[in-house]
């Protein structure tokens, strides 16, 4: 059931503004239809996730996704992975990886990037529509680039995310990527891979510290994937 007291006043507003799909009439006087459709409008505890990714170019159709990772913020919680040796000397390639990707992306309510706005969402949905794999519809999952954030409200000479976490001493890369590690990798070496995956890793960890010393400073209304 709905608890009106752990409620925002403009969830509160939603809930009185919004109609249900089985019967027309708004959620607040019908609770239980809220509780069966569950919208994802209602954002009071909303399920926030750090998404970043490793490509083996810039443009998605000269590229793989290597791995991506997806760390859900407040918890310990880390779902994703590298390609595996198999899949890189196959025709499958990426298409595996990016249906997972895809999967855990949509049980998100706000999927936090850095450059993902340019990046990693444009090349995920790139690729994913070239597999013909379904990629989520405009406003069912919403977006926080935290570079956007870092360009509009801080004074840095490079709004990297490694600058940003070096600047306020914020833990980050440790396994930092090489052209050799990188060549190994693409002829899907298994050490190299995992390399990439360690990398990837990291870039969510200290992107979840950075969008939580940010977020104060944005207004919070967020755009969709």
């Not at 801080?154 to 001493?169: A, K, Q, V």
């Not at 190299?192 to 104060?216: G, T």
């Amino acid at each position: 059931m709905i608890d009106i007291k752990a409620m925002k006043k403009d969830d509160i507003v939603w809930l009185a503004t919004n109609r249900c799909k089985s019967h027309g009439r708004t959620y607040l006087e019908h609770p239980c239809c809220f509780e069966k459709e569950r919208p994802k409008k209602i954002l009071t505890n909303p399920i926030i996730g750090s998404l970043d990714i490793e490509t083996s170019n810039l443009k998605a159709n000269y590229a793989i996704i290597l791995s991506y990772a997806i760390k859900i913020h407040g918890s310990k919680k880390l779902i994703g992975r590298a390609l595996t040796p198999e899949e890189m000397h196959s025709d499958v390639y990426d298409r595996d990886l990016i249906r997972e990707c895809i999967d855990a992306m949509s049980k998100l309510d706000v999927c936090v990037t850095f450059y993902g706005s340019r990046f990693d969402i444009p090349t995920i949905r790139t690729r994913a529509l070239f597999y013909k794999i379904p990629f989520p519809k405009h406003g069912t999952i919403k977006s926080c680039d935290v570079w956007r954030i870092a360009r509009g409200k801080l004074n840095l000479h490079s709004n990297r995310l490694e600058n940003i976490c070096s600047f306020y001493g914020i833990p980050a890369k440790q396994h930092k990527m090489s052209p050799q590690v990188w060549t190994k990798s693409l002829s899907g070496d298994q050490k190299a891979l995992d390399y990439v995956w360690a990398h990837n890793k990291e870039d969510v960890y200290s992107l979840e510290k950075v969008y939580n010393l940010l977020i104060p400073f944005s207004h919070g209304k967020w755009s969709s994937i």
